[in-house]
């Protein structure tokens, strides 16, 4: 057996049921031009206790595929998201 992938992320989406996206960003070296480039991947995450919110910082380990797109699991929530609460719009009088 090989060693379970560990990402560290943001979460970009949580509407699923069970289900967040995770968007995980690495630094590579452009071949030509040897600049540092940003690159992104978003990676579905099983989320059983749906603990993980929108903008959370949270750790995802690889497992068994879970779905067709599931390949990872939420760990654990290393930062929670400041200032998530969203208010209802205010009624014109």
Request: net charge positive; aromatic share 6%; hydrophobic share 40%.
């Amino acid at each position: 057996m090989g060693k379970q992938k560990k990402f560290t992320g943001v979460v970009v989406s949580d509407k699923m049921q069970k289900t967040v996206v995770v968007k995980i960003m690495h630094l590579s070296r452009h071949a030509k031009y040897a600049k540092t480039v940003r690159r992104y991947n978003k990676f579905k995450a099983h989320d059983e206790k749906g603990i993980a919110k929108l903008g959370d910082t949270v750790a995802i380990v690889e497992t068994r595929p879970l779905s067709k797109d599931k390949r990872f699991r939420v760990e654990q929530v290393v930062k929670k998201a400041a200032g998530t609460h969203v208010s209802a719009p205010e009624e014109i009088v």
